[in-house]
């Protein structure tokens, strides 16, 4: 099935440790993205990434890093610099990539995967 | 930075009910999506409605981009409607960065 896989579903981390998450597409979408959601509050951006070896920073990057060697793939680590990382994290992807001035809902949708729920203890 | 307001913040109905989520916006855009985030989190794709009217079964949706407002409409609500409901826009010339509101909580009961 196509879709947006993000892994792990709860991940807990002790302070001071940086932790990676995992999001993989097999939709052939060039742009992913990351957002941060805290309870009761909408998505925010943390990066996302147009085409494979290119990413930018959104709203929030401080205390985050990410990676895309693959098209299919853009992990999110979550590094210890990030002060208050507890919060729920949505990757999504649209196919929409570099270069694009003028979207359509064909190439601007953005699909969500379920998500990972970080718990610093 | 572009500004998104949801209203009403929570919302309670009775199974059968009818019911307008409005999405403002402070500044012209050329993305609108209205999505469902479901009780375990997972975020559904309503609509992309940058501008005009959009009918999906019990779903519709209306944005009047001069205006910069959307709306959506639950007719006929039914349990498995419950959960938050966010616009999320993208600034004309934002690239695709999407902004999302603070969202509607929706709670149906039987």
């Known amino acids: 099935d196509g879709g947006i896989t993000q892994s792990p579903k709860y991940l807990f981390r002790k302070e001071g440790q940086n932790v990676t998450l995992s999001c993989e597409q097999n939709l052939n979408h060039d742009a992913m993205y990351w957002y941060r959601q805290d309870p009761g509050q909408g998505l925010r951006l943390i990066y996302y990434?147009?085409?494979?070896?290119?990413?930018q920073k959104g709203d929030i990057a401080e205390g985050y890093s990410v990676s895309r060697e693959k098209k299919e793939s853009f992990p999110l680590t979550v590094t210890s610099a990030q002060k208050n990382p507890t919060a729920f994290y949505l990757c999504a992807s649209s196919i929409r990539g570099a270069g694009w001035t003028w979207g359509t809902e064909h190439t601007d949708t953005q699909y969500f995967g379920p998500g990972t729920r970080l718990t610093v203890l | 930075g572009i500004q998104v307001e949801q209203s009403p913040p929570d919302l309670i109905l009775q199974e059968g009910a009818n019911s307008t989520l409005r999405c403002n916006f402070s500044d012209s855009v050329n993305n609108l999506q209205w999505f469902h985030q479901n009780p375990w989190g997972q975020l559904i794709n309503l609509f992309y409605?940058?501008?005009g009217t959009k009918q999906n079964g019990r779903l519709s949706a209306t944005t009047v981009a001069t205006e910069r407002y959307s709306l959506l409409y639950i007719s006929s609500s039914q349990t498995t409607d419950s959960g938050v409901y966010f616009c999320?826009?993208?600034?004309?010339?934002?690239?695709?960065?999407?902004?999302f509101g603070t969202g509607t909580q929706l709670k149906v009961e039987l």
């Open positions: 409605i940058p501008s």
């Open positions: 999320a826009v993208i600034l004309t010339g934002g690239g695709n960065k999407l902004t």
């Open positions: 990434s147009q085409i494979v070896n290119d990413f």
